[in-house]
């Protein structure tokens, strides 16, 4: 089947549209910026790079999943793209949780049981919020579970070992990506709990599920890698 045309009044899908390209476009500079970076930073950008790169390839499908759904309903009602959306999250945010790691790691020696522990974490929160969307289990009880897993990475990064390691040692700029990265994983990340309970509490509709979700992956995957791009290249200058 033909892809459907872009409606010019579907604003979920132009936000589609406008994201698969910044992911794209933000994968190449990440790519190309690691030049400037020296040592460690450099695997950081690699990381941020993929990030971007594998949300790019997901965008691509759901903004057809999207766009393909308005064209075919009457009421011009679009279906969530839910599959392609925590596929892409199954590998992005564990990469994430691997970038945090490598900052960490940038400042002192840190033991391996703490990443394993936040990675098991975000792999239980992001489980838990599918299957309460597929109404595999309660929508409800699966937002729950996905909370919880979510506050303890929050306690980890905040209280845990996590935060004593940052605290007390490594360069500026290692500790201002520190101190980034725990805003985007827990002012950042909120934005994906606050669309499931707009999305679901009937509040709001499938529209604004996706808008939030796509605002969210804006912010937490491109303003997440310019984070890590600023510090490796702000360290980097001093060093060379
Ligand atoms: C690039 C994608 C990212 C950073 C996705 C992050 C997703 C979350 C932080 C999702 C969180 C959720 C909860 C905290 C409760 C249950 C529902 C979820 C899965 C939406």
Do not use: C
């Not at 992911?23 to 190449?28: C, I, K, P, S, W």
């Not at 702000?234 to 060093?239: E, F, L, V």
Request: aromatic residues 14%; glycine residues 8%.
């Amino acid at each position: 089947m033909e892809t459907a045309a872009l409606d010019p009044k579907d604003f979920v899908g132009m936000s589609f549209w406008i994201i698969s390209a910044a992911m794209v476009a933000a994968t190449f500079f990440f790519w190309v910026e690691r030049d400037r970076a020296v040592g460690k930073w450099k695997t950081s950008l690699t990381v941020a790079a993929m990030v971007t790169g594998i949300a790019a390839i997901h965008y691509f499908y759901m903004r057809g999943v999207w766009i393909d759904s308005v064209a075919a309903s009457a009421s011009g009602e679009g279906n969530s793209p839910t599959v392609f959306r925590y596929v892409d999250w199954l590998l992005t945010v564990p990469l994430q949780i691997v970038e945090f790691y490598l900052i960490l790691a940038a400042i002192a020696v840190v033991k391996s049981s703490i990443f394993w522990r936040l990675l098991i974490a975000s792999v239980i929160m992001l489980v838990a919020g599918y299957l309460g969307e597929i109404e595999e289990i309660g929508t409800w009880l699966g937002f729950a579970i996905g909370m919880l897993a979510w506050l303890y990475i929050i306690y980890e990064i905040f209280a845990g070992e996590a935060s004593q390691i940052n605290a007390s040692k490594g360069t500026a700029a290692s500790q201002r990506a520190f101190s980034a990265l725990r805003l985007i994983v827990t002012i950042g990340w909120a934005i994906y709990p606050i669309g499931y309970v707009v999305g679901y509490m009937g509040m709001g509709s499938v529209d604004n599920l996706n808008i939030i979700y796509n605002l969210a992956d804006f912010i937490n995957k491109i303003a997440f890698g310019v984070v890590i791009w600023v510090a490796a290249t702000s360290d980097s200058a001093k060093s060379k």
